[in-house]
C-alpha cells in the first residue's frame, strides 16, 4: 500500500477555498513580509509530519484526518452554494447559512469535527501545548511534557482525548463578509478568549466560559465557536460582518500565525 508522505498540516481541501483562478494561493511570510504563490499542494506540509519517530511510516494519523477532511470538503460545497443562492434571493446570508446547519447537524457535526482537528494539528499547536506544560509546576504536567515531544504525540493524544467531544458541545456564530475577503493561516483554527488571558491552549476549550476558536471557512465565511454555558443543545446563529469586524479577524489571524498567512 502506498503510504503519504508529504502531509499537509493545513489540509489541501481547505486550502481550496484561496486559489485565484490559476490555482494559486497568495500567501505572506511573516519572517519575510514577501508573498508568494504556491498552489494548496506545495505548502503547508511536513515529510512524514504526522508519524511516530519511533517506528516505520503507517499513515495513522493521516487516515484518521482524511475522514473529517472529506465530510468538511462537501460543507464547504454546500455552504458556498447556499451562499450564493442566498445572495441572488437578497436573503440575509449569515442567518441562512446557520440555519441550514441547525437543520443539518451531521453538517454542523462536521465543521465541528474540522474545527477540533484543526486546533490540535499543526507545528504551532504542539508548540503552545509544550510551553504550557512547561509553566504547570504539577508532577502530571511535567509527566505530560515530557511524553509530548512531536506532532504525533500531540495527535494521539487529542484523538484519545475529550476535545473533539467539547467542540461538539459548543455553539457556533456563522460569520459572512460580504465587503472584505478573510484571511486563514498556519494556525488556522486560532484559540480565543474574551475579557481574560484565560487562554491555555488544549484544556479550556468546551470547559473556560471565555475560551472559543475562530476558523476561516471559505474567504467569505467563518465560524466562531463560543461556550455553551447550559445543558441545552448548542445553538447556531449569524451574523454580517462589517468590514472593520473582518479587518479584525484578519488581524487576529495573522497575529496568531506562526509564519505564513494566506490572503483572501
Same mark, same amino acid.
Given at each position: !500500500?502506498?503510504?503519504?508522505?508529504?502531509?499537509?498540516?493545513? #489540509?489541501?481541501? +481547505? /486550502?481550496?477555498?484561496w486559489v485565484d483562478s490559476s490555482g494559486n494561493l497568495t500567501v505572506l511570510n511573516k519572517s519575510t513580509g514577501i508573498n508568494i504563490h504556491p498552489r494548496p499542494e506545495n505548502i503547508l506540509l $511536513?515529510?512524514? +509530519? +504526522?508519524?511516530?519517530? *519511533?517506528?516505520? %511510516?503507517?499513515? $495513522? /494519523? $493521516?487516515?484518521?484526518?482524511?475522514e473529517y477532511e472529506g465530510?468538511?470538503? =462537501?460543507?464547504?460545497?454546500? /455552504?458556498t452554494q447556499v451562499e450564493t443562492t442566498a445572495i441572488?434571493?437578497?436573503? #440575509?446570508?449569515?442567518? *441562512?447559512?446557520a440555519d441550514m446547519l441547525f437543520a443539518r447537524p451531521e453538517r454542523a457535526a462536521a465543521l465541528k469535527n474540522f474545527a477540533a482537528t484543526a486546533y490540535f494539528r499543526t507545528p504551532l499547536a504542539l508548540k503552545s501545548m509544550?510551553?504550557?506544560l512547561a509553566t504547570d509546576g504539577s508532577a502530571d504536567a511535567q509527566k505530560a511534557f515530557c511524553q509530548l515531544n512531536f506532532p504525533y504525540d500531540l =495527535? &494521539? !493524544? &487529542?484523538?484519545?482525548s475529550t476535545l473533539l467531544q467539547r467542540f461538539k458541545d459548543l455553539n457556533i456564530m456563522i460569520v459572512h463578509s460580504a465587503d472584505k475577503r478573510l484571511d486563514t493561516g498556519d494556525c488556522f483554527c486560532v484559540p480565543i478568549a474574551w475579557g481574560t488571558n484565560h487562554r491555555n491552549f488544549g484544556y479550556d476549550i468546551g470547559r473556560h466560559g471565555q475560551a472559543g476558536a475562530l476558523l476561516?471557512? *471559505?474567504p467569505s465565511i467563518a465560524a466562531i465557536f463560543l461556550a455553551n %454555558?447550559? &445543558?441545552?443543545?448548542?445553538i447556531i446563529f449569524g451574523k454580517a460582518a462589517p468590514a472593520d469586524a473582518a479587518q479584525e479577524i484578519n488581524a487576529l489571524i495573522e497575529s496568531s500565525s506562526e509564519r505564513w498567512v494566506v490572503r483572501g
Open positions: !500500500m502506498t503510504l503519504t508522505v508529504r502531509q499537509h498540516y493545513v #489540509p489541501r481541501v +481547505y /486550502l481550496r477555498a $511536513e515529510k512524514h +509530519y +504526522y508519524e511516530d519517530p *519511533t517506528v516505520a %511510516p503507517t499513515n $495513522e /494519523l $493521516e487516515k484518521a484526518f482524511h465530510a468538511f470538503g =462537501g460543507l464547504c460545497r454546500l /455552504l441572488n434571493l437578497k436573503q #440575509p446570508v449569515a442567518e *441562512t447559512l509544550r510551553d504550557q =495527535g &494521539a !493524544m &487529542a484523538f484519545d476561516s471557512i *471559505t %454555558p447550559t &445543558a441545552n443543545k448548542p
